[in-house]
């Protein structure tokens, strides 16, 4: 049984006072969720804040709900979020619909919008029931 490896998050200054980047190390799982939602909310919000996850190696589901929970605290404050790096994580979340995508957007949102359903109805999945 391999051991257990901590998340540790480092809060740096970008160029200007109101880029932050939050550097993160180790897998974002169940276990360290709360370390990564307490770093995200800790400080004042700034205009900008880039996650640098390219020493992340693993996400597990709560892992991934703590970073969309992020961007969509941060698509409703006007504050634009990116990552620099190219993990499983960006690519997962370059799958969010739409109204989600800001994660990844070089503009903030500066009006929230309602997050579209991921299922619409059975019809829409091709299902075989549907015709009922």
Not at 119 to 129: Q, V
Request: charge should be positive.
């Amino acid at each position: 049984m391999s051991p257990i490896v901590p998340v540790t998050i480092e809060r740096l200054t970008g160029n200007s006072p109101d880029v932050v980047i939050l550097r993160i190390v180790g897998p974002i799982t169940l276990g360290g969720a709360h370390i990564v939602r307490n770093a995200f909310r800790s400080g004042e919000l700034p205009s900008h804040t880039i996650l640098d996850m390219s020493a992340v190696p693993y996400v597990d589901s709560a892992g991934m709900s703590e970073i969309i929970s992020h961007q969509i605290y941060c698509r409703d404050h006007g504050t634009r979020l990116t990552s620099p790096t190219s993990t499983s994580v960006c690519r997962a979340c370059s799958a969010l619909p739409a109204s989600m995508k800001s994660y990844t957007s070089s503009t903030p949102s500066r009006t929230p919008k309602a997050p579209e359903p991921l299922i619409h109805s059975p019809k829409d999945l091709g299902c075989p029931m549907s015709r009922f």
